[in-house]
């Protein structure tokens, strides 16, 4: 289901992303993220291991919050 109103979670996780260092936008709830162009198998790991903590940190967020 879409969250209400629509942007405000993708704005949030695109907010925490950038706490986490990671260049990235929100198209609505939607994230793009922008990674350098060239990068090491160690530099994906890292990138994954950071977006795991901002999905974490967003859905606890969304919990709490009764968002979702």
Do not use: Q, W, Y
Not at 30 to 49: F, K, N, Q, Y
Not at 59 to 65: P, Q, V
């Amino acid at each position: 289901r879409a969250f209400d109103p629509v942007g405000k979670v993708g704005g949030l996780a695109a907010d925490i992303g950038h706490e986490e260092g990671l260049i990235m936008r929100n198209l609505g709830d939607s994230l793009a993220l922008c990674p350098p162009m060239i990068v090491t198998s160690e530099d994906v790991a890292e990138i994954v291991a950071r977006m795991t903590r901002v999905v974490d940190r967003v859905e606890a967020l969304i919990a709490s919050d009764g968002i979702f």
